[in-house]
């Protein structure tokens, strides 16, 4: 296992921040960050009303963007830019309004351009609600080419 240096944690910390900051769907969907850090993104929602479709269930497309938002900061926390090329996802069980769900994303294997990323969505009964797996694009564009502000 390897350490996470201050500089590596500062640096996935202020990405995120960045990202957050002008991502208006994930605060539109609620979504807390409790965990940061190379490589790892660990996020919290709750489902509300206005998630639910016609099934009595929450949309497909709540537990994906969950994962979707895990996936993003845990693949850009390495301080490049990097944006989704291809997800999956599966759905093991319902979710439904009121359900407090936690998406952790793991980065499994990485190169110079591309990452892969695993994204378990639990519900708050610890139950599986979702996996999702994602391939990402690593630009060469930096988060802060100008250095952390």
Not at 73 to 97: H, K, L
Request: proline residues 4%.
């Amino acid at each position: 296992m390897s350490t996470v240096s201050p500089d590596e944690q500062t640096l996935a910390r202020a990405v995120v921040e960045k990202m957050l900051a002008v991502d208006g769907f994930s605060q539109w969907l609620g979504i807390e960050v409790l965990e940061i850090s190379p490589g790892r993104s660990v996020l919290r929602m709750t489902v509300r009303d206005e998630m639910i479709n016609g099934f009595g269930t929450a949309h497909g497309g709540i537990a994906y963007s969950i994962a979707d938002s895990a996936l993003a900061f845990a693949t850009n926390t390495g301080g490049f830019i990097s944006v989704a090329m291809d997800c999956t996802i599966s759905y093991p069980a319902a979710v439904r309004s009121g359900d407090v769900l936690t998406a952790t994303a793991i980065e499994e294997s990485t190169t110079n351009k591309l990452a892969f990323c695993a994204v378990t969505v639990l519900n708050q009964h610890e139950r599986i609600i979702a996996h999702f797996r994602g391939t990402v694009y690593r630009t060469p564009k930096q988060h802060f080419p100008e250095g952390l502000p």
